[in-house]
C-alpha cells in the first residue's frame, strides 16, 4: 500500500518551460514533505520542504504547492534547465518522534535543449 | 557534497555472507537514517538512530542490524546475504528527529552473487 505516489514515471519539457511534478499521499498524518533530486550513481540532493501549516514555498526556481483537502503536492520549477534532468522523488513524513521519510518512487524529468 | 559519508561506495560478495557498511553523519547531526533503494522500486525507510539510540525500524529483515557508536557514525550490518538483498543502500543524517530535512550520502552499492 503506498502512502506517497508520483504517478507520472516520466516527463519531457522543453528548456525554458515550466516542469510540474506532482505527489499524492493518503496518510493525513504526514505533517512535513519535501523534494529530492537524484541523478544515477548518487544519493538523493534536497532541493525543498514545506511544511504542512503552510500551503506554498518558493525557493529560486522551485516552488512547492501543498493542497491538503486534496492531499496533494506539486513541485514547479521555472524556467526548466538541461541541468535539471534527473528522478525526482517525493517525500513525507508523519513527525512524532521518528521522522523517517517515506518515498514516492519518482518522476524522471527530461528537460530537452 | 552534503556533508554525509558512506564506506565502501562499492561491494561485490557471495550469497551466505555478512558485510558492514558505514556511514558518517554531517557535523552536528545526531540522527541517523538508512534507507534501501532496490532495482524499480523507492527509497524504503530501514532503520533510524538518534543519539545512539534506536528510535524507529521500518522494512527491516531480521537478518539486517545496525548501531549508531558515541562519535555518532553508524553502521549497518546485514548477514546472511541473498541474492534479493542487492540493492543500493543510503544513509541520511538530520539534526534532530521531527520535522527536519534529512541529508543524504552518496550510497553503497552492493551486489550479492
Known amino acids: 500500500d503506498q502512502q506517497v505516489k508520483q504517478n507520472s514515471p516520466s516527463l519531457s519539457v522543453q528548456e525554458g518551460r515550466i516542469s510540474i511534478l506532482n505527489c499524492d499521499y493518503t496518510?493525513?498524518?504526514?505533517?512535513?514533505f519535501l523534494w529530492y533530486k537524484k541523478y544515477p550513481a548518487e544519493g538523493p540532493t534536497f532541493l525543498i520542504s514545506?511544511?504542512?501549516?503552510?500551503d506554498k514555498n518558493e525557493d529560486g526556481r522551485f516552488t512547492v504547492f501543498l493542497n491538503k483537502s486534496a492531499k496533494h503536492l506539486s513541485l514547479h520549477i521555472v524556467p526548466s534547465q538541461p541541468g535539471d534532468s534527473a528522478v525526482y522523488f517525493c517525500?513525507?513524513?508523519?513527525?512524532?518522534?521518528?521522522?523517517?521519510?517515506?518515498f514516492g518512487k519518482g518522476t524522471k524529468l527530461s528537460v530537452k535543449p | 557534497d552534503s556533508g554525509v559519508t558512506q564506506t565502501p561506495k562499492h561491494l561485490i560478495t557471495a550469497t551466505g555472507q555478512r558485510v558492514t557498511l558505514r556511514c558518517s553523519p554531517r557535523s552536528g547531526d545526531l540522527s541517523v537514517y538508512w534507507y534501501q533503494q532496490s532495482l524499480d522500486q523507492g527509497l524504503q525507510f530501514l532503520i533510524h538512530?538518534?543519539?545512539?539510540?534506536?528510535?524507529a525500524k521500518g522494512n527491516i529483515l531480521e537478518r539486517f542490524s545496525a548501531q549508531q557508536f558515541p562519535d555518532l557514525h553508524s553502521e549497518l550490518n546485514l548477514s546472511s546475504l541473498e541474492l534479493g538483498d542487492s540493492a543500493l543502500y543510503f544513509c541520511a543524517s538530520s539534526v534532530a528527529t521531527a520535522q527536519e530535512t534529512q541529508y543524504f550520502g552518496p550510497g553503497t552499492r552492493l551486489l550479492v552473487l
Open positions: 514545506i511544511s504542512s501549516i503552510k
Open positions: 496518510n493525513s498524518m504526514f505533517d512535513y
Open positions: 517525500a513525507a513524513s508523519d513527525g512524532g518522534s521518528q521522522g523517517n521519510l517515506i
Open positions: 538512530y538518534y543519539n545512539g539510540e534506536e528510535r
